[in-house]
């Protein structure tokens, strides 16, 4: 996309009133009747347009709505009213701007009035942060973890991404991708079974696995594209999507090469939206709710059931179900990411109590000067 020039845009009057084809526009990029009735509730006189956010840049986005892809940003006084990054948009989100049309005009960059309640919300601890949150997309409603077969696979640092999209009320799905490099990737999607029941082995060079893949990003949802770099997620995105995200060839080693750098929105000619994300070294969980230490395993959860006790944690206590049946490196990457998540909330909440005295301090007034 090439957008307009982002010179800072001032608030102006109501939007213009929208009409069928803008209309049209918003359902394509997944617009609906509860985004509408969000919308009445935050916008009762409709004076601001719905748009999408698509890419999030220093200071700006660039938003997805009815004339195409513009400039949009935040008033200062929202930046620094945010608590955190989690107040501010981020790719997915769906904020009602002033100044749409003057925007996609390129007319300066439109202003972000109100962000719709998100229907889903990926997040993670920012990469060498303990207590700050990371926004990786907003209302997605499929997550696809990608593996290659031609490269080691990871069983705990799958575990750890479909943690990330289950806490985000994010559907889970696994690809194995490059099945071709391999010459029987059936013992490899057995081992991704054992996390997730719906799994797709991948070949963008024979095609395997594209259609079944393909049907996931029916008009109107959205999918996001997550994995360590060179797994093929841009491949796999200029096939479906029609996209032109730059490729390198894979090393000596047979791995592949990270290219894609920022997260981004793109919508495909059959009507489904996708989010291609950067491979991320550090996967850090962000617990939103500190009180709950909850980390689902399917396959655990279910022989869990069995368990003598009720709070079993699968590691020493009599009557465990767990243990003996699940291979052991499987119940390591669990209690590893569950440890993780407990400490990881108590250091997010003394960081809140720190951060609530120090606010509570600045606002306390100074004692009275001696006469």
Excluded at 4 to 16: I, R, V
Excluded at 187 to 205: G, H, N
Excluded at 244 to 272: C, K, N, S, W, Y
Excluded at 305 to 334: L, M, N, W, Y
Aim: charged share 25%; hydrophobic share 45%.
């Amino acid at each position: 996309m090439t957008p307009p020039p982002a010179p800072p845009g001032e608030p102006a009057g109501p939007a213009d009133p929208a009409g069928p084809a803008d209309d049209a526009e918003l359902r394509r990029l997944g617009w609906d009747a509860a985004w509408q009735a969000a919308r009445a509730i935050a916008d009762p006189d409709a004076r601001w347009q719905p748009v999408r956010i698509a890419a999030e840049h220093r200071g700006a986005y660039h938003a997805l709505g009815p004339g195409g892809v513009a400039w949009v940003e935040i008033t200062g006084r929202a930046f620094h009213a945010a608590g955190d990054k989690r107040a501010l948009p981020a790719v997915g989100d769906w904020v009602l701007v002033e100044r749409w049309r003057e925007a996609v005009a390129g007319a300066g960059a439109a202003v972000v009035r109100e962000m719709l309640p998100r229907r889903s919300f990926l997040v993670r601890r920012a990469a060498g942060e303990a207590t700050a949150p990371q926004p990786l997309a907003a209302n997605v409603d499929t997550g696809i973890v990608m593996t290659s077969a031609n490269a080691d696979l990871s069983i705990a640092r799958i575990d750890r991404y479909v943690g990330l999209l289950r806490d985000g009320g994010i559907a889970p799905v696994l690809v194995l991708s490059k099945i071709d490099l391999v010459a029987d990737p059936a013992p490899l999607v057995a081992q991704l079974a054992a996390i997730t029941d719906r799994v797709f082995p991948l070949s963008v060079v024979t095609g395997a696995g594209l259609a079944a893949i393909r049907a996931l990003g029916a008009p109107g949802a959205t999918c996001l594209l997550l994995g360590s770099s060179g797994v093929g997620k841009s491949s796999l995105l200029n096939t479906i999507a029609g996209t032109e995200q730059t490729i390198r060839a894979i090393r000596g080693d047979e791995r592949g090469r990270h290219t894609t750098t920022r997260r981004e929105l793109f919508v495909t000619l059959a009507g489904g939206l996708w989010i291609d994300t950067p491979g991320m070294r550090e996967l850090g969980q962000w617990v939103e709710d500190q009180d709950d230490d909850d980390l689902v395993f399917d396959d655990i959860a279910e022989l869990a059931q069995r368990c003598k006790f009720r709070d079993c944690r699968h590691r020493d206590e009599p009557g465990c179900a767990v243990r003996g049946t699940v291979p052991a490196v499987r119940i390591a990457s669990f209690h590893k990411l569950s440890d993780e998540r407990r400490a990881g909330a108590t250091r997010q909440s003394l960081a809140q109590k720190l951060a609530e005295a120090r606010k509570a301090k600045a606002k306390k007034p100074a004692p009275p000067a001696d006469d």
